[in-house]
């Protein structure tokens, strides 16, 4: 009796252990990974040559979505500054953006943790930044133009930005 209790424990926890493996992996599943690939970023042009905007090779895969959007938006954004992070200095509270609402072609995004953007950045990371979020939004086949909601700083204001606003940048649709 011993042998078969001990049997049909280990049966059990085998199963139990099997069912929380399948769980966690179709969870782990749901998570996509973005990275840069699926955003437009910036890069610094050739020597004499303007920033670039660079579209990510994989962003048509979720342009139809602008919550996948945003959520890919953040995380590169927030990726690609905590590289930037010197030894020492504490993760920053990093701006991220939320969708308040869609008007016709235009989005409405409150800018959180604006502080960063508008006080840390400079005035060209800034002009980055939003540069890189409207290009990311306006993947969107109905989205032409962001609008921006946040305390206006020293180096970025709100407003409402469309692709024409940034136009002193160089436009790369491959990343090379």
């Known amino acids: 009796m011993d042998k078969k209790l001990f ?3 280990w049966i059990g926890t085998v199963v139990i252990l099997l069912i929380g493996g399948v769980a966690i992996g179709i969870r782990s599943g749901d998570v996509t990974v973005y990275d840069r690939e699926y955003v437009w970023s910036t890069e610094p042009g050739a020597e004499g040559e303007p920033m670039r905007l660079v579209r990510g090779r994989m962003v048509q895969s979720i342009q139809q979505d602008k919550n996948k959007l945003v ?3 953040n995380k590169t954004f927030a990726d690609a500054e905590a590289l930037n992070l010197q030894e020492g200095e504490s993760k920053l509270e990093l701006p991220k ?3 308040q609402g869609h008007e016709r072609t235009t989005v409405r995004v409150q800018v959180e943790n604006s502080g960063y953007l508008t006080q840390r950045m400079g005035s060209a990371g800034a002009q ?4 890189a979020a409207t290009y990311t939004m306006t993947e969107c086949p ?5 609008d921006f909601n946040f305390p206006q700083g ?7 930005y469309t692709r024409m606003s940034f ?3 160089k436009t790369v649709y491959t990343r090379k």
């Open 142 to 146: 109905v989205i032409t133009a962001v």
């Open 71 to 73: 959520f890919a938006f």
């Open 7 to 9: 049997h049909i424990a």
């Open 167 to 169: 136009t002193e940048y």
């Open 154 to 160: 020293d180096h970025a204001a709100p407003g409402i």
């Open 97 to 99: 953006l939320m969708i």
């Open 128 to 131: 980055d930044f939003l540069a």
